[in-house]
């Protein structure tokens, strides 16, 4: 567990050594400020309560988180540190898993940093802060699937364009997979259940199931069996290439 | 004394290429084993595999009794190992960085400090301590990873060509460091400079397609070469065309050589021929620069052994 502990600090620290964590953050308000205020009339529907601004996190992650994850393996591959850091006495596991909260955490600080949004319903209105924090639980579980995915394929390959662009592709699937668009495509051949499973796949569907107040252990659980089962593809990968 | 490291049988094909073909060999306290060959020849490959980081065909390898493959993580906890190139994490600095790998190691406090100040000192990396690795010459990117390897003052050390792009000065220092450690380690360094071998090496070993081709003391390694107890004569060109052919009527001469610098006399079945050449040259009235027994050098001998053309009847 310790030496998981020196990993993430190394790992998150290393964020912000550069300035691309800045920029980050400041895109990623930026972007979404300008969403839920113009795209999502976030004044105009005069409700108090933040739909609008959870609304957009789906495709904001979608474009986003894979450029936080994108460097998490392809750079240790194609500096070679990766063959430092695999003899050191650590294991695969612990480094895949130290990476992967590193840059959960560091994603957490941008999503925490929407806080203004909060204290602007909470000033104008009097929403269910409820529904709110349910929302933001959602919202990061979310962020830690999209990042498991993008550390997934990062570990794939050593140019990070291309670590991103499978990221976005695979996000991609995961995000659409509920919307009518998919299930129309599949539903004049696939038998219910199949169409269901396809159905429940869906982020956007589990996340606006949390982000409606119910906090269901059903979609938490989605969401962490999806981090899980990225990471692990994650640790294969990783062992398998990282020599190459 | 027992071996700290154990290599057996390694085998490692990448596609068509047999990139390491049944390597074996121990390494005990106190000895320092140079692994030369020409690029290419699977010196990191070895390497890479002795330390866990790729998985051989076949064959193991022990670290002080632990199984790489079995138990990689016991195996390497009492190891430095630099690995080819290098590489340090360059957003950081050398403090940082060794910050983290003393962490690793286990040290925190003041303990991690002194082990941090210690490493740095031993590879005099004091002046650069709080700067970007990415802003660092190449010879202090290499220190650095040299530092990371000491830190914990492991019994073995594996160093993948550890004084590569360092000047002369600093290559000085770097040998003069590992010949201090010498005594209580175990340790492999990599080179394709010969003359390391004869400055740090206890034993060494050429590869070359991935075989061991030759495996001895530096000394044992020399005396392979063609020119090793033969005798040079160093004099002017006159001289030496008026020597070459009473040489070569001399009993135990085997061949003469002219050269650049004089002549080469190479003797025939190991006899010891100097005196019969000082005395030849004395009667002739003739007046030489120099007459001395040549140790023979690595160098021939690596081109021997590593060029299939030169190889002859082999060794």
């Not at chain 1, 650590?90 to 840059?103: D, G, N």
């Not at chain 2, 390898?61 to 993580?73: A, D, K, W």
């Amino acid at each position: 567990m310790n030496l998981t502990w020196i990993l993430f600090r190394r790992e998150f620290l290393s964020y912000f050594a550069t300035p691309v964590a800045y920029v980050f953050i400041v895109f990623f308000l930026g972007l979404l400020g300008a969403m839920t205020f113009f795209m999502g009339s976030f004044f105009e529907r005069g409700q108090a309560d933040l739909a609008p601004f959870f609304a957009f996190h789906t495709w904001l992650y979608l474009l986003l988180i894979p450029a936080i994850s994108m460097r998490l393996w392809s750079d240790e591959r194609k500096t070679g540190t990766i063959e430092l850091l695999l003899t050191l006495p650590v294991s695969a596991t612990q480094a895949v898993i130290a990476k992967f909260l590193a840059a959960w955490a560091f994603a957490a600080i941008a999503v925490a940093l929407t806080f203004p949004f909060w204290i602007t319903v909470n000033y104008l209105g009097e929403p269910d802060n409820g529904v709110i924090v349910a929302g933001y639980i959602g919202s990061l579980v979310m962020v830690g699937a999209y990042l498991s995915i993008g550390s997934c394929l990062s570990s794939a390959s050593k140019n990070q364009v291309i670590a991103f662009v499978l990221a976005v592709l695979v996000s991609l699937l995961f995000t659409v997979s509920g919307t009518p668009l998919v299930l129309e495509l599949v539903s004049s051949w696939a038998p219910t259940q199949v169409i269901d499973v396809i159905a429940g796949l869906s982020f956007i569907a589990n996340f606006d199931a949390i982000s409606k107040g119910v906090l269901d252990l059903v979609n938490l659980i989605y969401f962490l069996s999806v981090m899980a089962l990225f990471l692990f593809i994650n640790v294969i990968l990783v062992n398998l290439l990282k020599a190459r | 004394m027992a071996a700290m490291i154990e290599v057996n049988g390694l085998c490692k094909r990448f596609g068509t290429i047999q990139a390491v073909d049944n390597v074996s060999f121990q390494v005990a306290r106190g000895e320092v084993l140079g692994f030369l060959g020409p690029n290419g020849a699977g010196k990191s490959t070895t390497m890479k595999i002795i330390m866990g980081f790729l998985e051989p065909d076949s064959g193991t390898t022990r670290l002080e009794g632990f199984y790489i493959q079995n138990q990689p993580i016991a195996a390497r906890r009492n190891v430095g190992y630099m690995p080819e190139g290098a590489p340090s994490y360059h957003e950081m600095t050398p403090h940082g960085f060794l910050g983290f790998i003393a962490g690793i190691r286990g040290f925190s406090g003041s303990e991690a400090k002194d082990r941090i100040a210690m490493a740095a000192t031993q590879t005099q990396l004091g002046s650069v301590l709080y700067q970007p690795i990415d802003t660092l010459s190449r010879g202090f990117k290499r220190r650095v990873g040299l530092a990371q390897a000491l830190l914990h003052d492991p019994d073995i050390l594996i160093l993948d060509e550890p004084t590569d792009g360092l000047d002369p000065n600093q290559k000085h220092e770097v040998r003069s460091l590992i010949q201090e450690m010498a005594a209580d380690k175990a340790i492999i360094i990599s080179t394709h400079i010969l003359e390391e071998v004869d400055a740090v090496c206890t034993r060494a070993m050429i590869i070359s397609r991935g075989r061991i081709v030759a495996n001895g003391t530096p000394d044992e390694l020399e005396s392979r070469s063609k020119r090793h107890m033969g005798v040079s004569v160093t004099a002017t060109r006159e001289t030496c065309q008026q020597l070459v052919d009473d040489l070569n009527a001399l009993d135990g001469v085997a061949d003469v050589e002219l050269d650049s610098r004089g002549l080469f006399v190479k003797p025939s079945g190991g006899s010891d021929i100097i005196d019969l050449i000082r005395i030849l040259v004395r009667q002739r009235g003739l007046s030489v620069a120099d007459i001395r027994i040549e140790r023979g050098r690595l160098e021939d001998v690596f081109r021997d052994v590593t060029i299939p053309s030169a190889t002859g009847d082999g060794l």
